[in-house]
């Protein structure tokens, strides 16, 4: 797919988003800008490069400074914030947008940031703004954040990718852009790893000896080398969780930061950490050789890295040096195997390392309980969505098994433009489900609001978890068409509920969303026509209205038994949803046809 037509694509799917919002009847116009914005925000957090995001444009003049803001997003444990400021301009024509502009916004943003640090923001807007809880809470925070990024989001194409660090009460402040070709190579190609281009003469003194194997029918190439302790933490800190393959990255966050066994190596042992440790697997889409001091073969650069096995280790190391300082790490090397993939499939390219993954932690004492690509729950739903139709014949839902696998099925199939035209109307972005939407959808309808809140990939992680035995095996049902029409439904009846809630309230409209869909499967999920959602593919106007009563009625319900916390927060708790479901609702109207008397 041509950047031309994927920009083309993504204000398809922006306006797509819109149609689907304004069939709710809210109070607010949706704004394109905005509905960009989350649609960047929520893939970046799909694939690792910011957490789990929040919606909040914020416009204003300050003390003679202009502050923007279109989102937000905060690690679990409050020391990384990402800032997000959007500029759309929704021409299907490519053009570009200056430096000058970029930077200007991003500038906004920072501005925004320097006023909430200072405690000045918070007294000049009104409480039910949702930029003034966000502003307390950066205040709070601010001085044990340990990283801050401001992302400039644009749908043109910026020469600079990136501007010079900031300092803003003593924390340096990252400025960088994500545009429309940035996020071609993202969205469209589905592998964000692209851009992890590692020049080992630059960030270890040389290239990496090696033993290089070429592979002239496997597929890809194969290397040993021997990685340093301290150019492994740079590459941690510079990359983060992107670094980590999306299976490792889930293990990792429902596990300790730091191996008590590594950390104790580390600080007592450091010489024997390449005896006792296992060391880590990389896949790479690309290597570069050179050579070292004696002039044997060395890796020079690896572009796409990514580590498949090994995430506690590195995670360890990084998070042992950042926990005390005085960590030796020049001391410290770590064995590492390499693979350089050479399939120019895609879609088969991320099955096999997914294998890789998979047979790699199958090998040691890790257990990884979302191996999730390849599981038969996952394959099962992907071929009933394959090969079920909707009830008017034509169209069908499609399951994103693997990452990016929508748009590589749009660049196959959409061979000539009247094809891909009738392939979008048959199965539309709206009509796209990712594994992570599904567990959302589900675990919503399942009553469990406050583990949906955790966030995507967290959410993600439980709903493995309960489809995996105590030795990594799958004991979920392979659904069957009855099964996979009545997910639909529910994920039918969470987009809808979704759409109605965003205009009508200004902040933690995710939330409202999760707790309304499970307030109504609590109090009539066992009289609701799943049958009937799937054959209308819609809901009705009567159950559209019950929605928006108790919208608001759910909404009072999280601000008061927040108690003056972050409504976001105090819903990721069990004792939320308790105090949720305990709450009286009004009486449901009458004449709703898809729950049964």
């Not at 009933?384 to 008017?392: G, K, Q, R, S, V």
Request: glycine residues 6%; aromatic residues 8%.
């Amino acid at each position: 797919m041509t950047l031309e037509e994927f920009l083309r694509q993504m204000h398809a799917e922006v306006q797509s988003e819109i149609s689907e919002r304004l069939s709710t009847g809210g109070p607010a116009y949706p704004h394109e800008e905005s509905v960009f914005a989350e649609v960047v925000m929520q893939h970046m957090a799909d694939i690792g490069m910011t957490f789990e995001p929040a919606v909040c444009h914020f416009s204003a003049k300050v003390s003679n400074a202009n502050l923007r803001l279109s989102g937000w997003a905060l690690s679990d444990d409050n020391e990384q914030l990402d800032l997000f400021v959007s500029l759309y301009d929704g021409s299907d024509d490519l053009s570009s947008i200056a430096d000058a502009d970029t930077k200007k916004a991003a500038e906004q943003c920072l501005q925004f940031l320097a006023t909430c640090a200072s405690g000045k923001l918070a007294g000049k807007i009104d409480e039910s703004n949702d930029a003034h809880a966000l502003s307390l809470t950066i205040q709070d925070i601010y001085p044990s954040l340990e990283q801050i990024r401001i992302y400039a989001l644009t749908d043109r194409q910026a020469k600079s990718k990136n501007f010079k660090t900031r300092e803003v009460a003593g924390k340096t402040v990252k400025l960088e852009v994500m545009d429309i070709e940035r996020l071609h190579r993202h969205l469209s190609e589905g592998r964000p790893r692209d851009e992890l281009v590692v020049n080992f003469e630059e960030v270890a003194g040389s290239p990496l000896p090696c033993v290089y194997v070429p592979g002239e029918t496997s597929g890809y190439d194969y290397a040993l080398t021997v990685m340093p302790g301290e150019t492994l933490r740079f590459i941690y800190e510079k990359y983060g969780a992107r670094l980590l393959e999306a299976n490792v990255r889930s293990f990792l966050s429902a596990q300790a930061k730091v191996n008590k066994g590594i950390r104790d190596t580390l600080r007592s042992d450091p010489e024997r950490f390449m005896a006792y440790n296992n060391g880590i697997v990389v896949v790479a889409d690309e290597a570069g050789l050179g050579r070292t001091a004696d002039g044997s073969v060395g890796i020079l650069w690896l572009k796409g890295m990514q580590i498949v096995n090994g995430g506690q280790t590195t995670a360890s190391i990084y998070f042992t040096k950042k926990k005390s300082p005085d960590t030796d790490l020049t001391r410290v090397r770590v064995p590492a195997k390499v693979i350089v993939m050479k399939v120019q499939d895609p879609v088969a390219e991320e099955a096999l390392i997914s294998d890789i993954s998979r047979y790699a932690n199958s090998q040691n004492s890790v257990k990884l309980s979302d191996l999730s690509a390849n599981k038969p729950f996952h394959v099962a739903i992907e071929k009933l969505a394959n090969d079920t139709y909707c009830p008017d014949g034509v169209g069908r839902w499609f399951y994103e098994r693997a990452a990016g696998s929508y748009t590589t099925m749009l660049a196959r199939e959409g061979s000539t433009p009247a094809r891909l035209q009738k392939l979008k109307e048959a199965v539309p972005p709206a009509r796209k489900i990712t594994k992570t939407d599904l567990a959302k959808y589900l675990h919503a309808w399942g009553q469990r609001p406050d583990l949906v809140s955790l966030g995507s990939q967290k959410n993600f992680d439980r709903f493995m978890a309960d489809m995996t035995g105590p030795e990594g095996e799958s004991v979920a049902p392979v659904p069957d068409v009855a099964a996979y029409k009545a997910m639909v439904a529910k994920a039918l009846l969470f987009k809808k509920t979704h759409a109605l809630v965003r205009p009508l309230f200004q902040a933690f409209q995710a939330n409202v969303a999760a707790y309304l869909v499970a307030v109504m499967a609590n109090r009539v999920g066992d009289r609701m026509d799943l049958d009937r959602i799937w054959l209308n593919q819609d809901i009705s106007p009567q159950l559209r209205m019950q929605l928006q009563t108790w919208s608001s009625e759910v909404n009072d319900v999280l601000h008061r038994t927040a108690d003056g916390r972050m409504v976001s927060e105090w819903a990721k708790r069990p004792e939320c949803w308790q105090a949720v479901v305990k709450a009286r609702y009004s009486e449901l109207v009458a004449g709703i046809p898809e729950i049964r008397a």
